[in-house]
């Protein structure tokens, strides 16, 4: 397949012929990369930052007779300010 296009180098315009010798006619469609990186983020917020909060709960002073910190559930809010203000 002989797809004709123009390159652009400095300030000239040059006509430039790309050959494709696949035996693959049609190009394969890309998946949708933000979708999956949305999707990716969803899951770490709902599972796996319980993970990690649960490895590493609960936090015992040094001694580990007196004090014990546990982590039991956690939650975003609306930030204070907007971006404007920051």
């Not at 397949?1 to 050959?19: A, G, L, N």
């Not at 999956?36 to 770490?44: L, R």
């Not at 015992?60 to 920051?86: A, H, I, V, W």
């Amino acid at each position: 397949m002989v797809v004709p296009r123009e390159v652009v180098y400095e300030k000239f315009r040059v006509p430039h012929i790309v050959k494709s010798y696949s035996r693959i006619p049609d190009v394969i469609p890309l998946p949708a990369l933000v979708q999956i990186q949305v999707d990716s983020y969803k899951i770490f917020i709902e599972e796996g930052l319980r993970e990690l909060l649960d490895e590493i709960s609960p936090i015992q002073d040094f001694t580990g007779n007196r004090l014990e910190m546990r982590f039991s559930d956690y939650r975003f809010d609306e930030p204070k300010y907007s971006q404007e203000e920051c």
